[in-house]
């Protein structure tokens, strides 16, 4: 499995992005998919995932409310809507994949994507 992070960007605090995960491979349907960040001189942080049906999601409490995971199967790509974003949600995100039961933990994750760069400016 491949993954295309996009759709990074500056905006101001309280602005929405989307994010998108592209993936190329025809099972991409059967892995689940988690976002991730890393801010600059911090650890890569496990924002959340969805499982392979997209039935069932997992966020962590500093995003819960605030973020949403979906998939579109048809298109092979996963998205992160990011609403009322802060100066705290600055980091590179990257999408990553596992074909693994244990999702909603971050060690599951084996496929990689690019990041793309999330800058909330105050």
């Known amino acids: 499995v491949q993954l295309q992070a996009s759709g990074g960007g500056l905006v101001q605090a309280g602005a929405s992005l989307r994010l998108s995960c592209a993936a190329s491979?025809?099972?991409?349907?059967?892995?689940?998919v988690g976002w991730f960040r890393q801010a600059p001189g911090k650890e890569r942080e496990f924002v959340g995932g969805i499982n392979w049906s997209g039935v069932s999601t997992y966020y962590v409490d500093s995003v819960k409310g605030r973020f949403t995971i979906s998939r579109d199967s048809a298109k092979n790509t996963v998205y992160l809507q990011m609403n009322s974003l802060k100066p705290e949600d600055t980091a590179v995100y990257y999408c990553a994949a596992t074909g693994g039961p244990n999702w909603r933990r971050s060690r599951e994750y084996d496929y990689w994507g690019q990041g793309t760069q999330v800058t909330v400016s105050s």
């Open positions: 491979g025809r099972t991409f349907s059967s892995y689940a």
